[in-house]
């Protein structure tokens, strides 16, 4: 059975989902853009026997708190903080892996950086930490990134409309049979909400800040060698292929799968992706 849990921290409310035996090894699933941990409401029944699980939703995004972006700085140092507080002090948690996955990538890597003992494992989920992983996806962001303003800002509203949302699910996918509208539809919903289009514009304008974090991630990957686990998308437009081999740079004995689909592998993926987590660790 599946647990749906809230702590507070700093006054804000965090979601997050919690199953299987507290004697287990803990992995730590982190979502990515736009979606929350419903993201691997799937993936979770099929791993829960042999792993703790915890699945956080970010500030801002699914049934957490969501302050306004004048009650609260929407910045990825912001948000990997609050996280780090739910793991390590309100869950009392000492060593885990995680499940990074897009915005999961920055957010956990910052953790993992920051309390490098602590990190069992790591299973990447196209979620990018070198430079060459950035895809064509990203170059409507990058006037924006030089100069924010209304004209740079429209195109990028356009990305927290329905038909981009459902895109980013279906795109690169073998069989659009397998999405379920529930991924897409439930993510449309939290961004929707009044607000929150503030909120996703500051974080996908601060997005450009983990650049400058790569060389530091990288470096804890070759010095710390964590188990890893990468299971990617290979059709991502997002992330390339490119930025899921680069891993093998600093972490040579990683293994790789890339699947044949999207930037959302777990949607028709996961019975491999669980398989592979539940073997591989």
């Known amino acids: 059975m599946q647990k749906f849990q809230h702590a507070t921290i700093r006054g804000h409310k965090i979601f997050y989902r919690e199953a299987g035996a507290k004697n287990l090894s803990v992995i730590v699933l982190l979502h990515g853009f736009p979606s929350s941990s419903h993201m691997f409401r799937d993936l979770i029944p099929k791993i829960?026997?042999?792993?703790?699980?915890?699945?956080?939703?970010?500030?801002?995004?699914?049934?957490?708190?969501?302050?306004s972006v004048n009650k609260f700085e929407y910045t990825f140092d912001n948000l990997a903080s609050?996280?780090?507080?739910?793991?390590?002090?309100?869950?009392?948690?000492?060593?885990f892996i995680i499940y990074v996955q897009d915005y999961g990538a920055p957010i956990g890597f910052r953790i993992a950086a920051k309390h490098p003992d602590a990190i069992t494992g790591i299973v990447v989920q196209n979620g990018n930490a070198y430079a060459e992983g950035i895809g064509p996806g990203f170059d409507p962001l990058k006037p924006f990134w030089k100069n924010r303003n209304a004209e740079t800002e429209a195109p990028i509203r356009g990305v927290l409309g329905k038909d981009s949302t459902k895109f980013q699910y279906t795109n690169g996918v073998k069989d659009i049979s397998l999405i379920s509208p529930d991924s897409y539809t439930m993510d449309q919903?939290?961004?929707?909400?009044?607000?929150?289009?503030?909120?996703?514009l500051?974080?996908?304008?601060?997005?450009?800040?983990?650049?400058?974090?790569?060389?530091?991630?990288?470096?804890?990957?070759?010095?710390?060698q964590p188990k890893t686990l990468i299971v990617w998308g290979k059709n991502?437009?997002?992330?390339?292929?490119?930025?899921?081999?680069a891993y093998l740079k600093d972490i040579p004995k990683a293994k790789l799968h890339l699947l044949d689909t999207g930037h959302f592998a777990l949607e028709d993926s996961s019975d491999f992706i669980a398989e592979q987590i539940n073997h591989f660790f």
């Open 202 to 224: 500051n974080l996908l304008h601060n997005y450009q800040s983990n650049f400058k974090h790569y060389d530091e991630w990288q470096k804890f990957f070759k010095r710390m």
């Open 236 to 245: 991502d437009l997002f992330f390339t292929v490119e930025g899921a081999k």
């Open 82 to 95: 609050y996280v780090e507080e739910l793991l390590f002090n309100k869950l009392g948690l000492k060593k």
């Open 48 to 67: 829960q026997k042999k792993f703790h699980v915890i699945a956080p939703d970010y500030i801002g995004f699914g049934y957490s708190d969501s302050p």
């Open 189 to 200: 919903h939290f961004l929707d909400r009044p607000g929150n289009d503030a909120i996703q």
